[in-house]
């Protein structure tokens, strides 16, 4: 089963039916049994994720997505696979096929984000034969916990990121909080240009990235 979402389907009304995961003015096609969430490319307003919590998939296999935002740092400012209040685990964020993903300044693009608690096992996927433009990568994120087991792999393509790419970063001032064991992938015929490309970040210690 598969429900499906027009691009003329309000912001207010796609919030009411998936929990405020998919943008406005994308064709979005949503698998409850994969809990993946696909958009097809399209001028979109504002950030978007897979879903609330672990498991969940955004996944852009064709055309452009062109993420438009503004000032502040909220929602509205994030791309993910997944978000979860307190930890979130094995989300994805997947650009496959012909599709690209294109992101004005102060946009930051993720496989999982923990509000709280540990960010784990999520990953992030290029392997488009299109070219995509970013402002920040990461796989795995924690505002307030530890970064753990987190990928970015970019196997096709090209991925041009204007700031960082990082595989996992674990933010707090618990002395524990940690990023371990993250990774960053880049093979095949990709190209990607960076800043700075870093396995792992934490705020008080980073092991094994």
């Known amino acids: 089963m598969r ?3 027009g691009k003329k389907l309000t912001f207010a009304v796609v919030a ?28 979109v307003y504002g950030g978007f994720y897979g879903g ?9 296999t064709g055309g452009t997505t062109r993420i438009k935002v503004g000032g502040g740092y909220n929602d509205s400012q994030r791309i993910s696979g997944g978000i979860g209040q307190n930890g979130t685990s094995d989300n994805k964020l997947e650009v496959s096929g012909t599709g690209a993903l294109v992101c004005e300044s102060d946009t930051s693009t993720f496989g ?3 509000l709280s608690g540990i ?12 070219i995509s433009k970013i402002e920040e990568l990461y796989g795995g ?9 987190n990928e970015i792999a970019i196997t096709s393509g090209t991925v041009d990121v204007n700031q960082g790419i990082w595989g996992g970063e ?24 960076a800043l700075e490309i870093n396995g792992g970040l934490g705020s008080n210690a980073a092991n094994r990235n």
């Open 3 to 5: 429900r499906i979402y």
């Open 16 to 43: 009411s039916l998936l929990a405020g995961t998919v943008p406005a003015g994308a064709e979005a096609y949503y698998d409850p049994d994969t809990k993946t969430t696909t958009i097809d490319g399209d001028e």
């Open 52 to 60: 609330r919590g672990s498991g969940y998939t955004l996944a852009i």
């Open 112 to 114: 999982g984000i923990a």
């Open 119 to 130: 960010a784990e096992r999520n990953r992030v996927e290029f392997k488009s034969s299109a």
């Open 141 to 149: 994120f924690s505002y307030d916990g530890q970064a753990n087991n």
């Open 170 to 193: 674990g933010n707090s001032t618990q002395d524990n909080t940690a990023a371990n064991s993250n990774t960053v992938r880049i093979e095949g015929d990709a190209e990607v240009a």
